[in-house]
């Protein structure tokens, strides 16, 4: 070990490029990302590309009897057209062809059936040298069907639904709780209301896009836009009979998911087929149309029943609920559960059923069944309150629940009461008039509205490694996912901070099969998860650099304990005489050895998890200005307040929370799927006709959150943030527009005709 070490170096503060957690860190891959310099999977560029055009079929159910695909072999360019009759032979497609449909680990298993399942299947993959060649062959093929009646209308066929042939604690209705119906009938203030909202669709700015590199000896390099990695490898080794070994997947970039992502869509399966086949690289990209012949959140009737005492008291809560489901596949969700978490009530009952339509099943999507749960529950809530002349915000703190309703579990923490507290002072809530149509200005309505947020907190296992390199270069590596949230840099974020090195020292390696496992970037778990696991990974770096440092001749750190010792702008101190410190790299470069690494498995521990209820919370206000005679809706002001635990960054996670109300506001007055029944299928399937909010359509939106710490749900203290701006969002509106109109409306979304004067 050298000497020089002994000449201790004056400690600077915290200098630029030293970050800490909490702080408002910009995104470490946003010049990439604005500049162009990031590359997405359908970006990646490879010699000699085959592209892939995807036919996909025009009947809701039926079987496809022939295709006509000789106009589309003779275009120049054009390799092959594959279909069900006529399968490539490559030996390593045999089990993709030969188990048949799987649609338990993949929504559609394409080209291996005849069967028509719903409008928008796909059918047919052309392949071509080009791909305005692959297109337009594309557009060249023609498809006989024997068509069989369809059912597509969930209110229609509202009778025939039935339990899901599965639920687990999350998705199943709250335990019942005393008799509800009983309670419900004697209760002298009581609330009954149906609800309704159409299907929506995710529509993430980036396409669904894979790019499947074939190489030597049959392995496979994949970029595909997903939310794992790991997930979708699984999955596809499953459908293909491949040894995961073979396949490395990378999601690089995303350019959302918002729950798209979750499950391998077709474009990776059709790429996969044909780079087997055809033994060469095969990039398949969906159009905007083809965005909506996968997932989407379902179509859903419920019916809320409340009741209460004269003081408020909830003495009933009755939660029904029938979503749409695929034929082939149950797809479900949390909807009703959170009529179990949220309010005290002594008698309580679910019910969930799921409708299979001839539709494709359906998919997450951001803050799945709390979305669309919370939306009824939130608007009886202020029925309820109205019916008993009492101001909504006081009905809530009425009922607040102080351990969870349905499970009696406590909270692991909840700080929806300071959430209320903060919105409604930052909302300036004690000014308003309870009377609806009480506020005018110029010619509009004014309303005001409130509501509760409610999101799970989950924690999921996941692997993390960190290397420490003499030269000052910090790498953190897991297979994380960044959909566009911001992952990336809270990571860099976390290890930065917790070595003491400047941010730029870092680099983040995730997002490739290469790396530590990670789980899917889902639930809004991954901080949570990924990040505990290289806060782990940090501890042990800083362990193993902490007993270098005190083992060095006259080091200050001599008999100290890792808890007396702090890593701070580059330098390893002690806390309580920070004078005390010695250079990190130059403890590393003591050391003789390259570099330092550290990994980390990041295992829950699901006892100690389960005995509590983990959520995170918020409240939402908003303002609404109408114009009766036109009946639009203009979302002046939101203002959330968030309890989400530890805010690791207070930049990456105010986007968040931003980006859910704007997503709440769609769904409150944009978005809805139409379907055409005659012809069973979708036909808002552009961003012409399925509309989103712009920029036009935003105004004040005001993010604060609240002070928490849980370390139950994670070793940082942290939940997540991605889902829970978006959730109460729509009930707030609903409840605005009744305040400034008097018109109660239980449909999404409220689009001008339904807030219209009669
Ligand atoms: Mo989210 S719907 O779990 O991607």
Redesign the pocket.
């Known amino acids: 070990m050298s000497d020089h070490l002994h000449e201790l170096q004056p400690v600077a503060p915290l200098g630029e490029g030293y970050v800490t957690t909490g702080d408002a860190v910009p995104r470490i891959d946003g010049r990439a990302k604005v500049t162009g310099q990031a590359r997405y999977a359908a970006e990646i560029a490879v010699d000699g590309l085959v592209h892939g055009a995807v036919v996909n079929a025009a009947i809701a159910r039926g079987r496809i009897v022939a295709v006509h695909d000789q106009e589309a072999r003779a275009v120049p360019g054009v390799l092959d057209v594959l279909w069900h009759g006529h399968r490539p032979e490559a030996p390593q497609l045999a089990h993709y062809f030969e188990t048949g449909e799987d649609f338990s680990t993949v929504p559609v298993k394409p080209l291996v059936g005849d069967r028509v399942h719903y409008a928008g299947q796909p059918v047919v993959l052309v392949l071509a040298q080009r791909w305005e060649a692959a297109r337009y062959a594309a557009g060249l093929v023609r498809i006989d069907y024997e068509v069989e009646a369809h059912e597509t209308d969930l209110l229609r066929h509202r009778a025939d639904s039935r339990a899901p042939r599965e639920l687990d604690e999350d998705t199943a209705p709250p335990k019942p709780r005393g008799d509800a119906d009983a309670a419900f009938a004697a209760a002298p203030f009581k609330i009954d209301a149906e609800f309704h909202q159409g299907a929506e669709h995710h529509n993430p700015m980036e396409l669904h896009a894979s790019t499947v590199i074939f190489e030597e000896g049959g392995r496979l390099t994949i970029h595909d836009k997903n939310?794992g990695g790991y997930g979708t490898r699984r999955r596809l080794a499953k459908v293909f009979g491949l040894d995961e070994s073979q396949l490395t997947l990378l999601n690089t970039f995303v350019g959302g998911?918002?729950?798209?992502?979750?499950r391998p869509q077709y474009n990776l399966l059709l790429a996969m087929v044909g780079a087997l086949h055809l033994r060469r690289a095969v990039r398949v990209v969906l159009t905007r149309q083809q965005m909506f012949t996968f997932g989407h959140r379902p179509e859903i009737w419920q019916r809320v029943r409340l009741a209460a005492e004269r003081d408020g008291t909830l003495k009933a809560l009755i939660h029904e609920a029938v979503g749409e489901t695929s034929r082939v596949d149950d797809y479900t969700e949390m909807v009703t559960r959170w009529s179990g978490t949220l309010y005290r009530c002594e008698n309580l009952r679910g019910d969930y059923r799921v409708l299979p339509l001839d539709l494709p099943t359906p998919?997450?999507?951001?803050?799945?069944g709390a979305a669309s749960g919370l939306f009824p529950l939130e608007v009886a809530m202020d029925e309820l309150a109205h019916a008993l002349g009492m101001d909504p915000l006081t009905l809530r703190l009425r009922n607040y629940a102080e351990r969870a309703p349905a499970s009696d579990k406590p909270y692991s923490s909840k700080k929806l009461r300071e959430c209320y507290a903060l919105a409604a002072q930052r909302f300036g809530w004690s000014q308003r008039d309870p009377k609806p149509r009480s506020m005018r200005e110029g010619d509009e309505l004014v309303g005001w509205g409130m509501a509760s947020g409610q999101w799970i907190a989950e924690q999921e296992e996941a692997q993390a490694r960190v290397v420490l390199h003499t030269d000052g270069h910090l790498d953190v590596a897991t297979a994380a996912s960044d959909?566009g949230t911001g992952t990336a840099t809270v990571l860099a974020q976390l290890a930065a901070s917790a070595l003491g090195v400047p941010l730029q020292d870092v680099r983040v390696h995730i997002a490739d099969t290469r790396l530590p496992e990670a789980p899917?970037?889902?639930?809004?778990?991954h901080v949570a998860s990924v990040g505990s696991a290289v806060d782990g990974a940090c501890e042990k770096l800083r362990k193993k650099v902490w007993q270098l440092a005190r083992a060095i001749a006259g080091s200050p750190l001599a008999g100290s304990k890792l808890a007396e010792v702090e890593f701070v702008g580059g330098r390893v101190r002690l806390r309580k005489s920070p004078g005390d410190a010695l250079v990190l790299h130059e403890v590393l470069a003591a050391s003789g050895a390259g570099q330092f690494e550290a990994h980390f498995h990041l295992e829950p521990d699901e006892d100690e998890q389960g005995r509590y209820e983990r959520a995170v919370h918020s409240a939402v206000f908003c303002e609404v200005r109408i114009d009766e005679a036109m009946g639009t809706v203009r979302v002046t002001r939101v203002v959330s307040a968030v309890a989400a635990g530890r805010i690791i960054n207070a930049l990456t996670a105010r986007s968040q929370v931003l980006g859910g109300i704007v997503w709440g506001i769609g769904q409150a007055l944009h978005e809805g799927t139409l379907i055409d029944h005659a012809l069973g299928r979708f036909m808002t399937v552009d961003l012409a006709n399925y509309h989103v909010p712009v920029n036009a359509d935003i105004h004040t939106l005001d993010v604060s959150f609240v002070p928490e710490d849980d370390r139950i749900v994670s070793r940082l203290g942290a939940k997540g943030v991605?889902?829970i701006g978006a959730l109460g969002v729509a009930a707030a509106i609903s409840n605005a527009i009744w305040h400034a109109t008097g018109r109660r409306i239980r449909t999404l979304p409220m689009t001008p005709e339904k807030v219209m004067a009669p």
Request: hydrophobic residues 30%; charged residues 20%.
């Open positions: 939310q998911a918002f729950g798209s992502g979750l998919l997450d999507m951001r803050a799945p959909i899917t970037e889902g639930g809004s778990s991605g889902e």
